[in-house]
Nanobody, 121 residues
Framework: QVQLVESGGASVQAGGSLRLSCAVS????????MGWFRQRSGKEREGVAIIDRAGMTRYSDYVKGRFTISKDNAKNTLYLQMNSLKPEDTAMYYC???????????????WGQGTQVTVSS
């Protein structure tokens, strides 16, 4: 059974850092393309960062240079290191498994339940 469980969300002040984790069961992260997405209040879900099997990454322009996506194959876990956080990064963050190196959520499925990140100014 495929399961993705996000954790690590919290309330932080602008300029702070967080690391989100996505614990995966039912498949191995090394074999699949995976991504992080977020949904801000009143907005549609949007792609944040994705990483393919070879480790190639892609980031949205909003987070490029501040966020880093990575995988730990031994722990079967996906991470999102978020630095220099801004109030506009406030959102529910989700991980998912996909089939195209594309930031559109349409290419991803098996969504986790999400973890809330709140950044105050």
């Amino acid at each position: 059974q495929v399961q993705l469980v996000e954790s690590g969300g919290a309330s932080v002040q602008a300029g702070g850092s967080l690391r989100l984790s996505c614990a995966v069961s039912g498949f191995t992260v090394s074999s699949y393309l995976m991504g992080w997405f977020r949904q801000r209040s009143g907005k549609e879900r949007e792609g944040v960062a994705i990483i393919d099997r070879a480790g190639m990454t892609r980031y949205s322009d909003y987070v490029k240079g501040r966020f880093t996506i990575s995988k730990d194959n031994a722990k079967n876990t996906l991470y999102l290191q978020m630095n220099s956080l801004k109030p506009e990064d406030t959102a529910m963050y989700y991980c998912a498994v996909g089939y195209a190196l594309n930031l559109s959520p349409a290419y991803f499925g098996s969504w986790g339940q999400g973890t809330q990140v709140t950044v105050s100014s």
